[in-house]
């Protein structure tokens, strides 16, 4: 199966004349997402990663390099619409991305300008709401919904556009514990039904329910791999100035002590291993 997603031999600088190639912000990035993928990118601050983010559905397009989204290069403007079709992007702030004052409107805006017919477009704002929790509250004005629930209207917006992917840019980032929850709980219900997901965080427990976790370190992808694979590598994570999950980081200290603990982030698993070993005397 082809990648959703193939970055090429990605070079990015905004203003690459005016600085030496070593100091460009993405540098020779080749990464690819398959179709119905989960995936966490993560870096440090200036790592490239909301930059190599906005290249996913062309928003910037390369110095260097291609990204081709379904086979269509981003930087063709014939069919830039197509690839925003296929990929859409959900920023950090929930405040920079509504358009309308009202529930309803604001998810409707993205239909109208696929030229949707208006029962279609009724049905899909009513299936994306009922997705995302916020059924009931079509007429809510947008400034009377909580930080959670406006990004949460945001995702809204992106899935009744019925993309194959979503690109969530920081997107729990300003929100509290309980309503980044609720976000990921809904992101995570998108990628079971076959949406893949493109999750840029700093958070390792939110990137630890990916199922692949790619990391940036000064425009370059430095590892790439499952949770399980990724996190266990904590000493060189603390090292690119990241955390780990605390599973991850007590499995490494242990096994750095000589336990035999498997590659697991999983809780129950973990225990049942630890209690295992202890019986053991």
């Not at 996913?56 to 990204?67: A, Q």
């Not at 916020?134 to 629930?149: A, F």
Request: charged residues 30%; proline residues 6%; aromatic residues 4%.
């Amino acid at each position: 199966m082809a990648p959703l997603i193939e970055v090429q031999g990605v070079w990015f600088d905004f203003r690459p004349e005016a600085r030496a190639r070593a100091d460009w912000i993405l540098r020779k990035v080749d990464w690819t997402v398959e179709p119905g993928e989960y995936v966490a990118l993560m870096g440090r601050n200036g790592s490239g990663k909301s930059t190599l983010a906005r290249m996913l559905n062309g928003l910037l397009v390369p110095t260097e390099g291609r990204v081709r989204v379904k086979g269509i290069p981003t930087d063709d403007p014939k069919r830039l619409w197509m690839v925003r079709k296929t990929v859409g992007m959900v920023f950090q702030n929930p405040e920079n991305q509504h358009v309308a004052p009202t529930v309803r409107e604001d998810v409707a805006f993205g239909l109208e300008n696929l030229g949707l017919p208006r029962k279609e477009m009724l049905r899909r704002i009513d299936e994306a709401l009922e997705a995302v929790g916020l059924s009931g509250m079509e007429e809510r004005q947008i400034h009377q919904l909580s930080g959670g629930q406006k990004q949460l209207l945001a995702i809204a917006g992106v899935i009744a556009m019925r993309p194959e992917a979503i690109v969530l840019d920081e997107a729990t980032s300003m929100l509290d514990p309980a309503a980044g929850c609720r976000v990921l709980e809904v992101v995570r219900r998108l990628n079971e039904g076959g949406m893949a997901v493109i999750h840029i965080t700093h958070s390792a427990e939110e990137a630890a329910r990916a199922g692949r976790v790619a990391v940036l370190d000064r425009g370059r992808i430095v590892l790439d791999g499952p949770p399980e694979e990724v996190f266990l590598r904590d000493e060189e994570l603390r090292h690119l100035g990241l955390e780990v999950p605390v599973l991850a980081e007590l499995t490494g200290r242990l096994r750095r002590r000589g336990w035999p603990l498997s590659e697991t982030l999983d809780p129950e698993r973990w225990v049942e291993e630890i209690w295992r070993l202890l019986s053991r005397g």
